[in-house]
Nanobody
Framework: QLQLVESGGGLVQAGGSLRLSCAASGRTFRAYYIGWFRQAPGKEREFVAGVNWSGSSTYYADSVKGRFTISRDNAKIAVNLQMNSLKPEDTAIYSC???????????????WGKGTLVTVSS
C-alpha cells in the first residue's frame, strides 16, 4: 500500500513560480515511477511530468518542457515539481500518482493522491 499527499498549491500570477511536493508513505515507494497529472475545469486529466524509481530518467509533457522540473528524493520518500514561468492555462488540480509501468496512462495508475489546486492569474 502506498499513500501520496500533495502540498504546495496556491494562487500565483502569470510568470511566477510554485513548488509542489508529493510525500509518500509505504514501503513500496521505490518500486514505482512517480508522476504528476493535472485536470483543468471541463477537461480530461493529463500527464504533466514523471520520474523513474531512481530519479535518473524524467519525462515531461510538451506543454511544460523547459518550465517544469521534476525531482525525486528516495531518502525523504518525496517527489517535487518545480513550476516556473507559469501561465493561466496551467491552472488545474495537480495530483501525484504512482505508476507501475512508466507509460503514464491514467488507466494503469496504481495509487493517486487527492490533489492540490494551482491557480495562475493573468
Amino acid at each position: 500500500q502506498l499513500q501520496l499527499v500533495e502540498s504546495g498549491g496556491g494562487l500565483v500570477q502569470a510568470g511566477g513560480s510554485l513548488r509542489l511536493s508529493c510525500a509518500a508513505s509505504g514501503r513500496t515507494f521505490r518500486a514505482y515511477y512517480i508522476g504528476w497529472f493535472r485536470q483543468a475545469p471541463g477537461k480530461e486529466r493529463e500527464f504533466v511530468a514523471g520520474v523513474n524509481w531512481s530519479g535518473s530518467s524524467t519525462y515531461y509533457a510538451d506543454s511544460v518542457k523547459g518550465r517544469f522540473t521534476i525531482s525525486r528524493d528516495n531518502a525523504k520518500i518525496a517527489v517535487n515539481l518545480q513550476m516556473n514561468s507559469l501561465k493561466p492555462e496551467d491552472t488545474a488540480i495537480y495530483s501525484c500518482a504512482a505508476d507501475g509501468t512508466g507509460l503514464w496512462d491514467t488507466a494503469a495508475i496504481h495509487y493517486w493522491g487527492k490533489g492540490t489546486l494551482v491557480t495562475v492569474s493573468s
